[in-house]
């Protein structure tokens, strides 16, 4: 398997972390997004990928991509260490939790918005963190709420395995960090982000650990 990923790409540590519980090998074939004009929009990349985004799988002859799909795919293909749940209604449970941030939250705050945010809207850095902050914490209350008022959540966001939803969730929160979203205000996700963080899959998959990192 050779995983297509930018190192800040949040998607793409989606991936990595779920590549990495389930202890599958594979390369990791560096897409840089500001470089060269954003290396995603090179027509080589574009042959394989016409969406021109991170993270792209290539399993073999077969190419994947959006980073909710691939995971999903590994967990089928793989299932010996399963990222969902065995009921049908506690799978939903855990892909609602998963699907609010990566398609609630991160849409909002991604490299893509960010840059029209500057360019093409003319907010300055203070407005455009300011942006990033609101929809992060708009978020991250629905989530803590969610969370401190349902048994579900134990160690980790859906009982005390890693899963699907953690694999989301600290990408999320590493982001947040680097804006300087106010964690304390969300101690429950704080606390399962930490747990997560003791555990080499995923301090493996962490941006500052990869190769590309600059």
């Known amino acids: 398997m050779q995983l297509y990923t930018y190192y800040r790409s949040s998607a793409a540590y989606r991936v990595r972390i779920a590549l990495n519980l389930k202890n599958l090998?594979?390369?990791?074939?560096?897409?840089?997004?500001?470089?060269?004009?954003?290396q995603h929009r090179h027509p080589d990349y574009l042959v394989k990928n016409p969406q021109g985004l991170v993270p792209m799988l290539e399993h073999g002859k077969q190419v994947l991509t959006q980073s909710l799909a691939i995971i999903e795919y590994l967990d089928e293909v793989y299932p010996k260490i399963p990222l969902l749940p065995d009921s049908p209604l506690e799978r939903a449970r855990v892909r609602s939790i998963a699907q609010s941030i990566a398609c609630d939250i991160h849409p909002l705050n991604n490299l893509r918005v960010l840059r029209y945010l500057?360019?093409?809207?003319?907010?300055?850095?203070?407005?455009?963190?300011?942006?990033?902050?609101?929809?992060i914490d708009a978020g991250f209350s629905a989530l803590e709420k969610e969370f401190t008022s349902s048994a579900r959540a134990g160690q980790y966001c859906f009982g005390d395995a890693p899963g699907l939803a953690d694999c989301c969730l600290v990408p999320q929160i590493y982001n947040a960090n680097r804006f300087d979203v106010n964690m304390q205000a969300y101690p429950t996700l704080s606390r399962i982000n930490q747990a997560c963080l003791e555990l080499d899959a995923f301090r493996n998959a962490a941006p500052e650990a990869q190769a590309d990192a600059d």
Do not use: Q
Not at 25 to 38: A, C, I, M, N, Q
């Open 25 to 38: 090998d594979y390369t990791s074939v560096p897409v840089h997004l500001v470089k060269d004009g954003g």
């Open 118 to 135: 500057a360019s093409d809207v003319g907010l300055d850095e203070d407005k455009k963190s300011t942006w990033y902050r609101h929809w």
